[in-house]
């Protein structure tokens, strides 16, 4: 008799676990059709076009298979180009990283402002990149404001326009927004109780930097050194407006090859060295990151 009491019981459970299961099934469907334009366009906007630029730049213009392309980086011009940009837009990253760090720590101290002032650098971005570009030509060029402003005033003028010198200027007023966001984050995020306790313990000022608050901000640092130096080591229109097409980028040696010498397999082989580059980069900072896990040595 106990054991038939407990069968419809027992059959009860079966049924409302059974229910369950469909139910979470159809929510992970639903969930499923909602990606689906998502996924949709990023097949169509991301995977499509790489396996375009990988066939391009794995074969010649006849369609035969071939590492010349690829193997056209160590040609004089383009290895040129190559160590240029990387000199650039490791430079690019460091300025930024001095400039950022400081005004990102000021920013956490701030409270009722720091929100205020953090949407003040923000706010330039909402206006198109090719314009921001634009009106630093206006600025710097040899009857620029700058220079209009310093003759004015019976001062040297300056004479920056179309040399690494701009390019650099540009690169930093365009991505350092981008280094100062995901540190200001990591930073907001630390608590105060820990830099006390640091301090109560008698490490000086710094110490505490040394030992707490820069590991704990490497997670901030090394997402901003990838945002900054991908888009500085692939730029071509900064430095085809400041540097007046006098100073060839490899971006602007990828961007030639597509639209004046028509040489798509060319430049699609260019591109894949900087993307090996680019994959190779990102997955040193990471390793680092993950070494560091952003953990006090305290």
């Not at 038939?4 to 969930?31: I, L, M, Y």
């Not at 090996?276 to 953990?295: C, E, N, P, R, W």
């Amino acid at each position: 008799m106990k054991k038939d009491s407990k069968t419809p019981a027992a059959g009860a459970v079966r049924e409302t676990s059974t229910g369950n299961a469909a139910g979470a099934g159809k929510r992970r469907s639903a969930r499923a059709w909602l990606a689906a334009p998502y996924g949709a366009w990023m097949i169509a906007f991301i995977i499509i076009p790489l396996v375009m630029v990988f066939v391009y730049g794995l074969t010649d213009k006849s369609g035969n298979f071939t590492l010349a392309n690829i193997l056209s980086i160590a040609e004089p011009v383009n290895r040129k180009a190559f160590w240029l940009s990387l000199e650039l837009s490791a430079l690019c990253t460091l300025i930024c990283l001095v400039l950022a760090w400081p005004l990102a720590s000021i920013l956490t101290k701030i409270k009722s402002a720091g929100s205020v002032i953090v949407l003040l650098f923000i706010l330039p971005m909402w206006m198109n990149f090719l314009l921001r570009t634009l009106a630093w030509l206006t600025l710097l060029e040899k009857n620029g404001v700058i220079n209009t402003i310093l003759r004015l005033l019976h001062l040297p003028t300056m004479s920056i326009i179309n040399t690494p010198a701009a390019i650099i200027l540009g690169m930093v007023y365009n991505f350092v927004p981008f280094m100062i966001l995901p540190i200001y984050n990591v930073l907001s995020k630390i608590d105060v109780n820990i830099i006390n306790a640091a301090r109560d313990l008698g490490a000086s000022r710094f110490q505490t930097f040394r030992r707490i608050t820069l590991p704990l901000s490497v997670p901030g640092i090394i997402s901003g050194i990838t945002m900054v130096f991908v888009p500085s080591l692939t730029t071509f229109v900064i430095s085809d407006i400041l540097g007046g097409s006098k100073i060839m980028l490899i971006g602007n040696v990828i961007e030639q090859k597509f639209k004046v010498g028509d040489n798509w397999n060319a430049g699609s082989g260019l591109s894949l060295v900087l993307m090996v580059f680019i994959l190779i980069s990102m997955a040193v900072t990471t390793k680092y990151d993950k070494k560091s896990g952003g953990q006090s040595t305290w």
